[in-house]
């Protein structure tokens, strides 16, 4: 049910034409949806082929499984070795069932905080690619605790004495991109989102249809200008015109550069001073009246 | 007005007051029976959603409460709007019909003379949604716990994350849990009371967290929505599917502790903390 679901989703994804033309008009909060969705846009295996090299994957949370829709390895990326972790969508039907549509089970976001931890043990920082719709829904994922999974991330995150980059380069969904999400720096894609909630699942509830999905998506400000301006990410990573889809090469290259000179600043710090700007970090995070 | 509607109109709030109805088994609870039973059905055992006031007023030693960080409340920092109305306007709304400024209430207090910093969550008050006065709120009092050196207890009631507030509610998930983090860190006991319901972001943040997660029985406790669910995998889920019940089997919460009992169950737990 799900995969035909999921599949009727490309299908529907690659007859849309997008209108999107950087140069002339503003980019609408449901166009950038779109581009963030496109089946032709560069994911995780991509930006491991092209910005990292030397990838040694590894596998299995120890507890029950190995979920491919997080994958994480160690990685290289110009000098720096790192651990890459991140949301593993695929290109086509097949792979997209494969990987489960970058949607992680429980042991997926338990693989990938052994891996965080791994990466303490060797003084590697880690390096996170957000990139999935959200956490799986299912029955299994809830039997074996979806909730605490993410929610044990989170926690551990604060405390993980190495520096974390997150990066998302396409959906950043949720709970499910948040549970490797806690980074010292947050960055964007120039079309990518992050989002509480799917346009589509906050339409249903509070306008009550799923069509009004494109309203939704403008008022959650999920964009990656409304979230730098609202100050929760760090740094937009600018696109290729067209979207990163329509050049590999110069997308792969920017990324490349941007993480980079992240790693080398954030190498500057002690551990201590690095997990207390992590802590103040995300206290500063929010609006409130006092 | 007829003389017959004015007199049934009359009538209408004591029928309000006099009887409740049961939302699970349906039956008629006389109403001072029903409050005398601290809202659980005397018939099934169903626990009714109560205040964050009554919660308090029921754990807390008498006089021993005392309300911290009370003046944050919500702002509408996105201008969100959907087709009900501007969130702005909810939270007044919601501000005149609970009497609180936010989905939480916190302080320090004391149970069976044990100190602890606390936080107890308001269902009334939008659904008892994660917003940013929210997850300020929980992660003030984890600092207050951090800083005392006290237990922290937080009674979870809440529908997830504040859509409303787009990601920085989301954000609000990894600012409660770097709170929770700095206890951890510091041996400082964290307790999760998981109450009717616990869902979305608030399950997969901090209301997971708990060195001890306790429930009473029957709470709906859970990460994405049953009717997703059920949509995702095409077919009915059971029953009991996330019920405290249903964790407990699981192996996600230490107990299920009736409504009654709950004071001296964290009494007793905390007299084995020990630094």
Redesign the interface.
Known sequence: ??VA?GVKVIEKAKKQKLSHNSKTSKVSAWETVKISRHPQRPILQDYIQKVFTNFVELHGDRAFGDDTAIIGGFAQIGNQKVMLIGHNKGKNTTEHIERNFGMAKPEGYRKALRLMKLAQRFNLPIVTIIDTPG?????E????????S???N??????IEVPIISLVIGEGG??GA??I??GDRILMLSNAI????SPE??AS????DAK?AP??AE????TAQA?LE?N?IDEIIKEPAGGAHTDYEQMASEVNKVLLRNLKSLSNYSVAELLDM??EK??A?????? | MSWYTKAIEEKKPHRKTLWVHCKKCKSHIWGEEWEKNLNVCPNCNYHDTITSWQRIELLFDKGSFHELFENISPVDSLNFTDLKGSYKDKIQANKKKSGISESVITGHGKIKGFNVATAIMDFRFLGGSLGSGTGEKILQAANFAYDYGLPYIVFSASGGARMQEGVLSLMQMAKTCAGVARLNKKNIPFISVLLNPTTGGVTASYAMMGDLNISEPGAVIGFAGRRVIEQTIGEKLPDDFQTAEYLLEHGFIDSIVQRKDMRDYLANVLSYYNR
């Open positions: 049910m799900v679901t956490a799986f829904p299912g029955l994922a809830e039997e074996r605790g979806q909730a605490e993410i929610a044990r989170i926690t551990e995150m604060a405390n949720s709970g948040l549970g999400g806690v992050y989002s509480v909630i699942g906050c509830i509070l306008w009550r009004y309203d939704a008022a959650l400000k999920i979230l609202n929760i992590r802590f995300y206290s995070m929010g609006k409130f009246a006092e």
